[in-house]
């Protein structure tokens, strides 16, 4: 030998080679499809943990627009007993303006409000009394009333606003479950 390789060993190593980067590229392949597999079932996990999550803010959602519900109810109540609060406050001032004409009618006999009193200013200052009285219950009542709606009515959209979000998740998880 003159100190060259011989041709067929040259060839059998080349060839040795290529099958070694064959089998690497195989070798290669096969992890890149464990790794996918692995994603998908990590995916899988999460969609499914996603579902629970999201089934579990839906129930809590639900949960929160029938206290909502619940809460309109109440307040619904609570402005139709102030409505009757104010119809009845009303009637008694006007029966209490009535009582006060009658009465100035009676003590002064005349139009003429600066005639002397005949001593029975106690029970004008009671017809005013309960006349102050009225009005502020009215008032009270149906600021309570608009409180009470207005809470409930927020309560019930911000229910609303949770179910739909919860909802929205829910078909997410389900639409990237079913893809993979």
């Known amino acids: 030998m003159n100190g060259t390789v011989d041709p067929s060993i040259e ?36 969609s499914d943990k996603a579902i629970a999550d999201a089934q579990k803010k839906l129930d809590d959602a639900k949960k929160t627009l029938e206290d909502a519900q619940a809460a309109k109810d109440k307040a619904d109540k609570t402005l139709a007993d102030a409505e009757t609060a104010v119809k009845q406050a009303q009637s008694d001032k006007e029966q209490a303006d009535k009582d006060l004409a009658e009465f100035n009618d009676a003590a002064t006999g005349d139009e003429d409000t600066d005639t002397p009193s005949d001593g029975n200013d106690g029970v004008l200052d009671q017809t005013n009394s309960n006349t102050n009285n009225t009005n502020a ?20 959209l911000a229910a609303i606003m949770t179910i739909a979000d919860a909802g929205c998740v829910l078909a997410s998880a389900k639409m990237h479950k079913q893809q993979d």
């Open 137 to 156: 219950n009215a008032a009270s009542g149906d600021k309570l009333a608009q409180t009470g709606t207005g809470a409930a009515t927020a309560l019930t």
């Open 11 to 46: 060839q059998a190593v080349k060839d040795a080679q290529t099958v070694c980067d064959k089998a690497k590229a195989t070798v290669d392949e096969a992890q890149k499809n464990v790794d996918a597999i692995q994603l998908k079932v990590d995916a899988y996990k999460d």
